[in-house]
């Protein structure tokens, strides 16, 4: 008897395993763990149990996900293979059942591997728009390196894409075949997520894809979505309605021009007198009513021989000549982050000058001793690149950046440099410039100068800045600007041309010529105060009037 009963007990949970799966993963584990421990700790010992061996153990147990279409848990005794991500997963709340969704770039997004379905397509894997910087939310399509229908191999490269910051090589993750290249060569503003591509793992499967169109695109393909139908006319019956007598006035007839002038008795009176065209006159009374006075003032201007513009005349502006340009994606970011920093970053400003003319000496005795080593010449930026890192390693905090709820200030000094190019400004960073010699930043720059030129920026190139510095006065000769800071820095040194100048000397008729170089300081208030501002300047105007202190 008590056997039976066990049994009937057992029954009744397995009609109710699959409610329970989804509703409560403790409750699943009562009916069918041997130990019948009820807590969450036993469910958590149960689902570890039954996860794949790649999720990552350090994580919260209860906070994982694996890929979607991917059955952690099979009634037929069949387990299906999970696919491994090469890259890192993404944590979020857990969902209970069958499935657990995931998806994934290159950086932030990973492909969707997806399961043969009623459509009759095999197992394939859909390739979203990867998210290769932390400000990307579209890119572009340079060129496909890989055709449809190509072997493709991890660590090959499959496309060039366009980011917000430079053009970056896309490379294969899984091996397998190109089956299906859903956005082409030159494809512009593809939203991060959105299926550029398919890829197969059998050769054969590749034909069944000519014709696949991707469904439930995240980004919501432009050529796909569907136009929405107009709504149907309602079919009104017409209505007939009396014929208006003769002495009915119709409702949409136009009043005649006459009756669209005010003007008063005095001033029509006055205006018939004398031949006046009313209508060629614009009232200055209430609701444009002709006065006596606008008539008295058209009869003294004829008389003069001075015309009077008509109220009825409209003067055709001449059509201007234009072109419209295309916006690159840099731009596009640079407009969208300037903005929101003026916007939300309260700036002020302060600008000092600087005597130039030892840092002058310094600079020809180095590169006198470059040119003999066979090195590179040193520029005026790169002492003030120096000179900028080694204030901010006496003041460190303009070295910081304002994070809501505390102040992050850091413990490196890398300084970005302004770059403009024809594709717009790029920033790429001098990392730990307080620490490298005057020979290795010319060099560096010069490295970075020429890959922002040419579109070839890696995202390490301009991410981690700490500080920014714009020069416009070496290149440009602008005496001193007030640059807008680069978020989420707190601080852009603006730098503008040395100048001659005259400077009194000790005498009444002595007098001698000296090179200063102005330069503005733009700080964010919440971060920087204006007395901390001021001491980064001394400290900067410290190094660059007296350069040997930097070799120290």
């Given at each position: 008897?008590?056997?039976?009963?066990?049994?009937?007990?057992?029954?009744r949970?397995?009609?109710?395993?699959?409610?329970?799966?989804?509703?409560?993963?403790?409750?699943?584990?009562?009916?069918?763990?041997?130990?019948?421990?009820?807590?969450?700790?036993?469910?958590?010992?149960?689902?570890?149990?039954?996860?794949?061996?790649?999720?990552?153990?350090?994580?919260?147990?209860?906070d994982?996900?694996?890929?979607?279409?991917?059955?952690?848990?099979?009634?037929?005794?069949?387990?299906?293979?999970?696919?491994?991500?090469?890259?890192?997963?993404?944590?979020?709340?857990?969902?209970?059942?069958?499935?657990?969704?995931?998806?994934?770039?290159?950086?932030?997004?990973?492909?969707?591997?997806?399961?043969?379905?009623?459509?009759?397509?095999?197992?394939?894997?859909?390739?979203?728009?990867?998210?290769?910087?932390?400000?990307?939310?579209?890119?572009?399509?340079?060129?496909w390196?890989?055709?449809?229908?190509?072997?493709?191999?991890?660590?090959?490269?499959?496309?060039?894409?366009?980011?917000?910051?430079?053009?970056?090589?896309?490379?294969?993750?899984?091996?397998?075949?190109?089956?299906?290249?859903?956005?082409?060569?030159?494809?512009?503003?593809?939203?991060?997520?959105?299926?550029?591509?398919?890829?197969?793992?059998?050769?054969?499967?590749?034909?069944?894809?000519?014709?696949?169109?991707?469904?439930?695109?995240?980004?919501?393909?432009?050529?796909?979505?569907?136009?929405?139908?107009?709504?149907?006319?309602?079919?009104?019956?017409?209505?007939?309605?009396?014929?208006?007598?003769?002495?009915?006035?119709?409702?949409?007839?136009?009043?005649?021009?006459?009756?669209?002038?005010?003007?008063?008795?005095?001033?029509?009176?006055?205006?018939?007198?004398?031949?006046?065209?009313?209508?060629?006159?614009?009232?200055?009374?209430?609701?444009?009513?002709?006065?006596?006075?606008?008539?008295?003032?058209?009869?003294?201007?004829?008389?003069?021989?001075?015309?009077v513009?008509?109220?009825?005349?409209?003067?055709?502006?001449?059509?201007?000549?234009?072109?419209?340009?295309?916006?690159s994606?840099?731009?596009?970011?640079?407009?969208?982050?300037?903005?929101?920093?003026?916007?939300?970053?309260?700036?002020?400003?302060?600008?000092?000058?600087?005597?130039?003319?030892?840092?002058?000496?310094?600079?020809?005795?180095l590169?006198?001793?470059?040119?003999?080593?066979?090195?590179?010449?040193?520029?005026l930026?790169?002492?003030?690149?120096?000179?900028?890192?080694?204030?901010?390693?006496?003041?460190?905090?303009?070295?910081?950046?304002?994070?809501?709820?505390?102040?992050?200030?850091y413990?490196?000094?890398?300084?970005?440099?302004?770059?403009?190019?024809?594709?717009?400004?790029?920033?790429?960073v001098?990392?730990?410039?307080?620490?490298?010699?005057?020979?290795?930043?010319?060099?560096?720059v010069?490295?970075?100068?020429?890959?922002?030129?040419?579109?070839?920026?890696?995202?390490e190139?301009?991410?981690?800045?700490?500080?920014t510095?714009?020069?416009?006065?070496?290149?440009?000769?602008?005496?001193?600007?007030?640059?807008?800071?680069?978020?989420p820095?707190?601080?852009?040194?603006?730098?503008?041309?040395?100048?001659?100048?005259?400077?009194?000397?000790?005498?009444?008729?002595q007098?001698?010529?000296?090179?200063?170089?102005?330069?503005?300081?733009?700080?964010?208030?919440?971060?920087?105060?204006?007395a901390?501002?001021?001491?980064?300047?001394?400290?900067?105007k410290?190094?660059?009037?007296?350069?040997?202190?930097?070799?120290?």
């Amino acid at each position: 008897m008590m056997r039976a009963s066990h049994l009937f007990g057992h029954s009744r949970k397995l009609q109710n395993g699959q409610n329970a799966l989804q509703r409560d993963a403790a409750f699943l584990i009562r009916c069918f763990s041997k130990s019948a421990d009820p807590s969450t700790n036993g469910a958590d010992k149960l689902l570890r149990s039954q996860r794949p061996s790649y999720v990552p153990e350090e994580l919260n147990p209860l906070d994982r996900r694996v890929p979607e279409t991917v059955n952690t848990f099979s009634f037929k005794g069949s387990f299906v293979k999970p696919y491994l991500p090469r890259a890192g997963m993404k944590v979020g709340s857990p969902v209970i059942g069958l499935g657990l969704n995931q998806s994934w770039s290159c950086f932030q997004t990973l492909p969707r591997r997806s399961f043969s379905s009623d459509s009759g397509l095999p197992a394939h894997l859909e390739i979203g728009m990867p998210s290769l910087s932390p400000t990307m939310t579209e890119g572009n399509i340079a060129r496909w390196l890989k055709k449809e229908g190509d072997k493709i191999s991890p660590g090959e490269v499959l496309c060039e894409v366009e980011t917000d910051k430079a053009t970056v090589e896309m490379e294969c993750m899984e091996e397998g075949y190109l089956a299906k290249i859903i956005r082409g060569d030159g494809s512009k503003e593809i939203k991060v997520g959105e299926v550029i591509a398919i890829t197969v793992e059998e050769e054969d499967d590749i034909a069944k894809f000519k014709d696949y169109k991707p469904a439930g695109d995240a980004g919501g393909s432009k050529e796909s979505a569907p136009t929405s139908a107009p709504p149907p006319k309602k079919e009104v019956e017409p209505v007939s309605s009396p014929e208006p007598t003769k002495s009915s006035k119709p409702v949409d007839a136009v009043p005649l021009e006459e009756d669209r002038i005010i003007i008063s008795p005095a001033a029509r009176k006055l205006a018939e007198d004398n031949n006046v065209p009313v209508s060629s006159i614009k009232g200055t009374g209430p609701d444009g009513r002709i006065l006596k006075s606008d008539i008295e003032d058209y009869l003294a201007s004829s008389a003069k021989g001075v015309s009077v513009p008509s109220a009825k005349t409209t003067t055709t502006a001449q059509a201007l000549d234009y072109s419209d340009l295309p916006v690159s994606q840099i731009r596009k970011v640079t407009a969208s982050r300037l903005l929101l920093s003026k916007q939300t970053i309260p700036h002020y400003y302060l600008t000092v000058d600087t005597r130039t003319d030892k840092l002058m000496d310094l600079r020809s005795q180095l590169n006198a001793l470059q040119e003999a080593s066979g090195g590179k010449r040193i520029s005026l930026n790169d002492l003030v690149i120096k000179a900028a890192a080694l204030a901010l390693r006496k003041v460190p905090q303009c070295n910081s950046s304002w994070m809501n709820d505390f102040i992050r200030q850091y413990h490196n000094v890398n300084i970005n440099v302004a770059v403009q190019t024809d594709n717009g400004l790029f920033v790429p960073v001098i990392r730990d410039a307080d620490k490298k010699g005057l020979s290795f930043i010319a060099d560096e720059v010069k490295h970075l100068a020429q890959k922002a030129k040419e579109n070839n920026l890696k995202p390490e190139d301009y991410e981690g800045g700490t500080f920014t510095v714009s020069n416009l006065g070496g290149p440009f000769g602008i005496k001193q600007f007030c640059a807008i800071i680069n978020p989420p820095q707190a601080a852009i040194l603006a730098v503008g041309s040395a100048e001659k100048r005259v400077l009194p000397g000790a005498g009444p008729d002595q007098y001698e010529f000296g090179s200063f170089m102005s330069v503005t300081l733009s700080c964010d208030h919440r971060v920087v105060d204006g007395a901390i501002g001021a001491e980064y300047l001394k400290a900067f105007k410290g190094y660059i009037e007296n350069p040997q202190s930097m070799l120290l």
